[in-house]
Structure formats: C-alpha cells, structure tokens
C-alpha cells in the first residue's frame, strides 16, 4: 500500500550526535518532520520513521501491534548507535511511550529523552471495553489534527483501529511498569490545552521516572500536535539546547570526532570546511 504523500519516513546524515524522532497513534512523520529538518539544519543526524501500519490507510494499522511499533524505533535505535556517539530520543504523544521505554531498555545507550504531550494511558469508560468491543466493532472516531494552529492540518487516519488501539492500552500499561527504569536526562514539553492526552499523563511519567536531570516545560498556546502548533519553535528550541547541553560534540562531523578505547571522544585530524553532511 502506498504510503500517503508527506507521510513518508525521515533521515538525515550529519554529525557524531544523533536523534530519533517517534511519531504518534494513528499519526505519521509529517507530524515530527518541522522539528526533524530543524536538527538536521544544526548538524545532528536525524531518523524519523514511519511505524508499520501507519502513514497509509486504517485498514493496515488494523494488523499490526505495539510489538510491531516498538520495534521499528528499536530499529532505528541501535543503527544510530552503530553511527553515532551519542543518541537521543524523542516522541509525540504514543511516540513519548516509544520514547521512554528505549530509554528504560537501553540505558546508557541513550544519553537524553525529550518527550511531547507523552501518553501514558487510554482514558474513558470505552478504555474498559476494548477487550471485547474490538470483536465487534472495528473503529472509532479518530483522533488526529487536535492543533490549534489555523490552517495546521496532521496527517494521520480519520478513524481509530479498535485492535491497535486495545495493544496501545496494553503498551501502556507495560511502559507505566518500567518508567522507574528511566534514569537519563528527560525533558518534557506539555500543552495546557490537551483533547488527546490529558496533563495527568505528563504528571504520572514525571512521578515515576528515576531521572534526576528533568526539565518541565508548560505550552500555552497548543493543543496536542504541538509540533506543528504555535509552540513549535519553542519545542525544537529548547530540544537542541537540551541536546547540546548534554553533547558538546553537537553538529561535530564523524570523520572529526572518534571514541578512543576508553570511550572518550576526541579529535583526529579535524580540517576546517572538509566534512559535509547528508
């Protein structure tokens, strides 16, 4: 199945500091690419994939599961690691899940999580019944494009799979069960105005996590696809800034930057206008 024009999934090759962008429920890369082209521009290499069964019609999403979603990040985690000296993770919403559960596996392995409007539970009465409602009916009403941004518009399905979304209630469950395992570094942007994800969901991951290093940052103007809201630019601000607080390697090219057997970077023959990205 062909997948929908701008939802298609996002690299780019820059320097020795990387990042991985995850989407959200029912949602695509457009939603992340503004903030993926905005840390590319500063020097880091950048994956934002497209999660199976998203990005073409509900009908495909309808077969696939949270083991599917986790490990196409998963994925795209440990090639970054081969290419990169240091990697850091961010989500949207399902995406902030994604996030946080690479960090609670991963451990050193990621040096920082940025997380926006993380979704930590399926909220309502329906949430109940899901287990059995999913045989019955197939869908509900879908969830995408909640910005309040005029003219902002999210690529995502008009309709909600009954079965992806009883895995999601079970994937957050899990992930809830393993936030005390998260220790790096998070920074967590929230929208005031949420009708997707609560800010309950936001409080109860920085409740649970272990992180001592943790940075909360309220969104006024917003409402839940904040990246593509009013706030973005303070979103892809002060994620670079957090990045490049904890990698002062940022924006450094690979052939300038090598990790010594210790494990400490340093420089090996650097000349000035010779390396390029991608």
């Known amino acids: 199945m062909p997948v929908l024009p701008g939802a298609e999934p996002y690299r780019h090759e820059g320097g020795e500091v990387g990042v991985l962008l995850c989407h959200g ?18 020097g880091l ?4 994939p497209l999660l199976p069964g998203h990005g073409t019609r509900w009908e495909d999403m309808q077969l696939t599961g949270w083991q599917d979603w986790y490990a196409e990040v998963d994925r795209e985690l440990r090639a970054l690691r081969e290419r990169c ?16 559960r690479l960090a609670a596996k991963h451990g050193d392995a990621v040096s920082g999580i940025v997380v926006v409007n993380p979704a ?28 309040a941004k005029e003219g902002s518009v999210e690529i995502g399905y008009d309709k909600v799979p009954l079965h992806a ?26 929208s005031v105005q949420d009708h997707v994800v609560p800010p ?4 109860r991951v920085l409740s649970r ?43 450094k090219q690979p052939d300038t930057v090598r990790l010594d057997q210790s494990g400490q970077a340093g420089q090996v023959g650097q000349q000035e206008g010779t390396a390029t990205g991608g």
């Open 25 to 42: 429920f029912t949602g695509s890369p457009q939603s992340l690419r503004p903030w993926a082209e905005y840390l590319a521009e500063r």
């Open 45 to 48: 290499t950048v994956s934002l």
């Open 85 to 100: 000296s240091r990697v850091f993770v961010c989500g949207l919403s399902m995406g902030g899940a994604l996030a946080l």
């Open 120 to 147: 930590n539970k399926v909220h309502g009465l329906s949430a109940y019944a899901l287990p059995l409602a999913r045989h019955v009916v197939r869908t509900t009403k879908g969830i995408a494009s909640d910005i």
């Open 165 to 190: 979304a009883h895995s999601l209630r079970n994937f957050f469950r899990l992930v809830d069960g393993e936030l005390p395992q998260v220790t790096q570094p998070l920074l967590l942007l929230h």
């Open 200 to 203: 309950a969901d936001s409080a």
């Open 209 to 251: 996590v272990s992180s001592t290093d943790v940075q909360e940052i309220v969104l006024e103007q917003s409402y839940h696809v904040a990246t593509l809201d009013h706030d973005a630019d303070r979103i892809f601000e002060e994620s670079f800034a957090f990045v490049e607080r904890l990698a002062p390697e940022t924006g």
